[in-house]
């Protein structure tokens, strides 16, 4: 299968490729870092020529009339040297919003935009955006995160959306929005002190499930939001 991996220089990212390279498939990557090459497009997914940028490059590396089979965005921010998830309403920012918004969700839009014009009737596709559990406005009990949480929302409206919109020009295609449970990456450092024990996972192990999970995905499920056990979280 051609599958797209973008945020692959991330800590799911980059163990989702290894694997998919490992299970034979052919891996396009998209990200910020790296080298340009055969299969890898530099883009940063937040801004709007990334839109242009990934679909020039995918019209480089797919043989004509040749589509994508998946597609996994990964890309996603919780915190940054100078930002840390908000505590309180007082701790909030515009300029945090908008970098949550625009990593969390605009990242996803411009991919989608980018890959629009591959998804037809007789070519479906499946896609996978990487949201998180505390996306959920059933869920919270808590509060706090306001800006992930925000964002994460949003990502998973549009999710929703796209489904919709791509179910229609493509009924097989399915669009998923997936919680990958707490993993080690960079991303949730700062916060790994508080888990339970056996519930912090490693890259491989969410690899493992996002495409477990992808593989599994049926037209039915499109335009729900998933644990990575494969089932349905509310909205
Ligand atoms: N780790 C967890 O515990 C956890 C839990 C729930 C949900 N998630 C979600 O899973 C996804 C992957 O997370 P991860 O743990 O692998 O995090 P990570 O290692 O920090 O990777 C996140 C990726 O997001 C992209 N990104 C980050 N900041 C960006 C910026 N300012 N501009 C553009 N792109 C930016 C980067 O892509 P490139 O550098 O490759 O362009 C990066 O590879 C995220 O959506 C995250 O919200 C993670």
């Not at 498939?25 to 937040?46: K, N, P, Q, Y």
């Not at 959306?161 to 179910?167: A, P, T």
């Not at 020009?169 to 990456?185: C, E, I, L, N, Y």
Request: some cysteine; proline content about 5%; overall charge neutral.
């Amino acid at each position: 299968m051609r599958i797209l991996v973008a945020g692959s220089s991330g800590g799911i990212g980059k163990a989702v490729v290894s694997l998919l390279r490992e299970h034979g498939h052919t891996v396009f990557t998209v990200s910020r870092a790296g080298e340009v090459g055969a299969a890898h497009c530099i883009a940063d997914l937040t801004s709007p020529e990334s839109v242009a940028q990934v679909s020039q490059f995918l019209n480089r590396v797919l043989p004509p009339k040749v589509s994508l089979d998946a597609v996994y965005c990964c890309a996603g921010i919780l915190h940054t040297g100078w930002n840390m998830p908000e505590k309180t309403l007082v701790q909030m920012s515009a300029d945090w919003l908008q970098q949550s918004m625009a990593v969390n969700v605009l990242s996803h839009v411009h991919l989608a935009q980018a890959i629009a014009p591959l998804v037809t009737r007789s070519q479906p596709l499946r896609w996978l955006s990487l949201s998180a559990m505390v996306g959920s406005a059933t869920d919270n009990g808590l509060g706090g995160w306001y800006s992930y949480r925000m964002s994460k929302a949003a990502l998973n409206m549009f999710v929703k959306n796209l489904s919709i919109e791509w179910g229609r020009k493509s009924p097989q295609s399915v669009v998923v929005a997936v919680h990958p449970g707490t993993t080690d990456t960079l991303l949730s450092q700062p916060f790994q002190a508080g888990i339970a024990e056996g519930k912090l996972y490693t890259p491989e192990q969410s690899a493992e499930r996002m495409v477990a999970v992808m593989e599994g995905l049926k037209p039915a499920q499109s335009g729900h939001f998933l644990h990575w056990d494969g089932s349905v979280l509310p909205f």
